[in-house]
């Protein structure tokens, strides 16, 4: 029997090598073969993306820091504009070593694991709920407030996150606690700015349809050139050739017949990049933005077509099954309307209750009087102004640009991400912090008010009275 140990351990070790071989080489090379190996289902934010095994095992054998380097390069930027209140950098410094003997969260997958179903909760959290207290067990001793109160409640109550903190932290609520729960004017601030002097000067001459440049073989329906006259493209001084014949200067006789993302992203750069950051653009994201050098890019590799409502695990309006989900889909040419783009076009696909209820709410109400001209520009209150809210972009020489985040991810979770970039253009902080926090109002989608509420802005309050009745005494 002893004798026969070690060849069973020799025999296990090449079957191992092999698989793991097979394994490593699939995941890298597998194409169809991909899926034989995925051990589990992934979870909601990267099931797109699932079979694009290498964008997250970047090293065939590197273990957890690949993955930590697959993680990070999506991540990474997004975690650093949140002010990530437990970045990495805090768990490396050796002052924090005990804590992180207790949970190592220097790794990203120490919380977020994947393809394990069973135990994966919102936001792919695979950690139970209480973990705050390994590292935090000492807070109701230095809180008062604090006492009594369930670890599980940290983060699910509306009063704290793990990474991003920024409309919770204590001195914001202080600055915001005495707002009304509707400000004065209610208006979403439509971020204007005042161009340079030389960009000033830059008037681009505005074309009509006697201008259009399409040689006479691609002129197509006189629509098209209707729609275009009135678009925004010909009032901006861009004609067919500016999306039809992009390299017009080294290819004159080319004609690109459907110019898509690659075209646009010569003029509108930061929206095809921040499409290609969230759930409507991610499976794009390899080849349109990121350009790589070694012939193995994770989603080159893969093949993975743009997403459909077929692909979905949200509900989906049937007959939209499988419209691709490109430039072109919100924005048909050569309208290019974003007025049908802030709304109608995301109802085409979409079909749960929060969809669905948003022409019963207030908000839409708004919309409608503006529209209408009753109300001021920027009053109402689209899908657009939540999901794809305005900002002003800087750029790293200088130039300033106003753009349309076309992330629509980029604040959905946790919610309270929404409260600075758009609830707080019209309503208070305390109303805000709590309607976000109750399920059953985003479901009907804003109509009414919020059922709950959550103290912590009351502790705030507790305490500045307190601090102000020390100073009398
Ligand atoms: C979104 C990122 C992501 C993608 C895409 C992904 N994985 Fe993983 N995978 C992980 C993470 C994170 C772990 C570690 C899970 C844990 O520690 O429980 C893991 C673990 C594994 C494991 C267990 C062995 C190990 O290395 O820890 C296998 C096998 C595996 N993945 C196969 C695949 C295959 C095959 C694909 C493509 C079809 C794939 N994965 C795509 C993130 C990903
Ligand atoms: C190729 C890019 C890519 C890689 C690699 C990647 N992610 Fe993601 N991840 C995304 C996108 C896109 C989403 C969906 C949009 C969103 O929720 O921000 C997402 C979603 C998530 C979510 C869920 C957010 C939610 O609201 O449900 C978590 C958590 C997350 N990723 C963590 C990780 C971790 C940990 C790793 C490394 C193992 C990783 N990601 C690797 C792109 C990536
Ligand atoms: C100690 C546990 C822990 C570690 C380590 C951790 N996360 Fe998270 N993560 C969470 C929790 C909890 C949430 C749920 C929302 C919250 O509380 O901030 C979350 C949410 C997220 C989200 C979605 C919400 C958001 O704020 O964008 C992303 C993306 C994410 N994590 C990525 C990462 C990445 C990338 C790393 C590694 C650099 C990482 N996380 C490390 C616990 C962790
Ligand atoms: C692995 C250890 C660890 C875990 C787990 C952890 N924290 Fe922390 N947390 C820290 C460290 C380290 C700091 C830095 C300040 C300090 O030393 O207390 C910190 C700081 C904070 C702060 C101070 C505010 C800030 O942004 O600087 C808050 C609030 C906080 N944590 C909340 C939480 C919540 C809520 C959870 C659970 C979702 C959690 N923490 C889980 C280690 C941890
Ligand atoms: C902003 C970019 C843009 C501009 C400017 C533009 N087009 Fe187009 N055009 C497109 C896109 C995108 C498609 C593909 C539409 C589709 O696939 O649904 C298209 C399709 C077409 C087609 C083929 C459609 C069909 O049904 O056969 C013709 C013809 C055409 N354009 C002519 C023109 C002419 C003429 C002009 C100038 C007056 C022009 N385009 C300006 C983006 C543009
Ligand atoms: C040659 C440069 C150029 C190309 C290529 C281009 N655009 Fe534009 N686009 C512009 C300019 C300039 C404007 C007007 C900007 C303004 O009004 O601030 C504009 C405006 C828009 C608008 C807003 C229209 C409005 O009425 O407010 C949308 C939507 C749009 N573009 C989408 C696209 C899409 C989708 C593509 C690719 C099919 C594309 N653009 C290709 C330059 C371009
Ligand atoms: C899911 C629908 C959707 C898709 C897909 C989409 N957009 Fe948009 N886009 C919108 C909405 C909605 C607005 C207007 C938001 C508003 O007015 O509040 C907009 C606005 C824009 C604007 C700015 C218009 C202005 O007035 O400043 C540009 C430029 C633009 N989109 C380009 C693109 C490009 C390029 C792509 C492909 C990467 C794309 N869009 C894909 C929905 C979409
Ligand atoms: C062509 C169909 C289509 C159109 C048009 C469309 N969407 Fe989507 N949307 C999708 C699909 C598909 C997903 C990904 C669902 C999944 O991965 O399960 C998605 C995801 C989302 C998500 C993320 C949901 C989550 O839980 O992470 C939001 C928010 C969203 N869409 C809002 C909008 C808005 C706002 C508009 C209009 C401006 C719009 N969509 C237009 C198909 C569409
Ligand atoms: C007043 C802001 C607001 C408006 C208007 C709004 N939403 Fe939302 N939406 C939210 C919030 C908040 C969430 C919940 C995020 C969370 O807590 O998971 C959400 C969630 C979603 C989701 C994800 C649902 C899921 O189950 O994961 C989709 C898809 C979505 N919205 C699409 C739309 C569409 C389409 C419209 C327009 C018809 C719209 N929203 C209008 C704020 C808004
Ligand atoms: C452009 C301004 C604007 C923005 C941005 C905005 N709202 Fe509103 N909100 C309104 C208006 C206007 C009403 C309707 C007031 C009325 O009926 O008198 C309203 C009504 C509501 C109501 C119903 C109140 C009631 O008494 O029935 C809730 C809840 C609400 N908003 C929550 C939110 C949340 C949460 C956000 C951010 C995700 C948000 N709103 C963003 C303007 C806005």
């Known amino acids: 029997m002893k004798k026969r140990t070690p060849l069973l351990w020799l025999l296990w070790f090449c079957l191992t090598l092999t698989g793991g071989g097979a394994l490593a080489a699939t995941m890298y090379y597998g194409g169809d073969y991909r899926s034989i190996f995925l051990i589990g289902k992934t979870t909601d934010g990267h099931h797109q ?200 200067r080294t290819r004159p006789d080319e004609w690109v017949a459907a110019p898509g993302a690659d075209v646009c992203a010569t003029c509108h750069a930061p929206e095809v ?13 390899d080849g349109l933005w990121v350009s790589r050098d070694d012939a193995f890019g994770p989603f080159k590799s893969a093949n993975l077509t743009p997403m459909t409502p077929a692909l979905a695990r949200l509900p989906m309006k049937s007959d939209a099954h499988d419209t691709a989900l490109t430039c072109n889909t919100c924005h048909g040419a050569h309208k290019y309307d974003v007025v049908f783009a802030q709304v109608e076009a995301c109802e085409s696909c979409h079909a749960d209750d929060h969809t669905q209820a948003f022409r019963m709410s207030p908000h839409n109400s708004a919309r409608d009087r503006e529209m209408a001209g009753e109300l001021p520009k920027g009053s109402g209150v689209t899908c657009a102004t939540c999901h794809m809210p305005r900002h002003l972009l800087r750029d790293d020489y200088g130039g300033e640009q106003v753009i349309v985040t076309h992330n629509q991810n980029a604040n959905l979770r946790p919610n309270e991400k929404m409260i600075r970039s758009v609830c707080a253009d019209c309503h208070g902080l305390k109303f805000t912090i709590d309607a976000l926090a109750d399920p059953a109002l985003i479901a009907r989608n804003f109509k009414g008010k919020p059922a709950h509420h959550i103290e912590s802005i009351d502790w705030v309050e507790n305490r500045m009275r307190e601090r102000a009745r020390q100073k009398q005494q």
């Open 49 to 248: 993306i699932e079979m694009a095994c290498d964008a997250c095992h970047t090293d065939m054998f590197g273990g957890i820091e690949g993955l930590q380097k697959g993680c990070m390069n999506c991540h990474g930027d997004e975690l650093k504009a949140a002010n990530d209140s437990h970045p990495r950098s805090k768990f490396v410094d050796p002052r924090n070593a005990d804590r992180v003997e207790k949970l190592d969260a220097r790794f990203c997958v120490t919380c977020h694991r994947e393809h394990q179903p069973g135990i994966t909760n919102a936001m792919a959290v695979t950690m139970p709920t209480d973990y705050c207290a390994l590292c935090h067990e000492d807070i109701a001793k230095n809180r008062p407030s604090h006492e009594g109160l369930a670890f599980e409640t940290c983060a699910s109550a509306g009063c704290h996150n793990f990474h991003d903190n920024r409309a919770l932290y204590e001195d914001f609520l202080e600055k915001r606690h005495a707002e009304p729960d509707f400000k004065d004017v209610l208006l979403v601030n439509l971020v204007t700015w005042t161009p340079s002097e030389e960009n000033a000067k830059k008037k681009p001459t505005v074309l009509t349809a006697a201008d259009a440049d399409a040689p006479a073989a691609h002129l197509g329906a006189p629509e098209h050139i209707a729609d275009w006259a009135l678009s925004g493209h010909a009032t901006g001084g861009v004609n067919c050739s500016g999306c039809h014949q992009p390299r017009k």
């Open 273 to 285: 990049k921040t499409f290609t950051e969230g759930k409507h653009g991610m499976r794009q994201r």
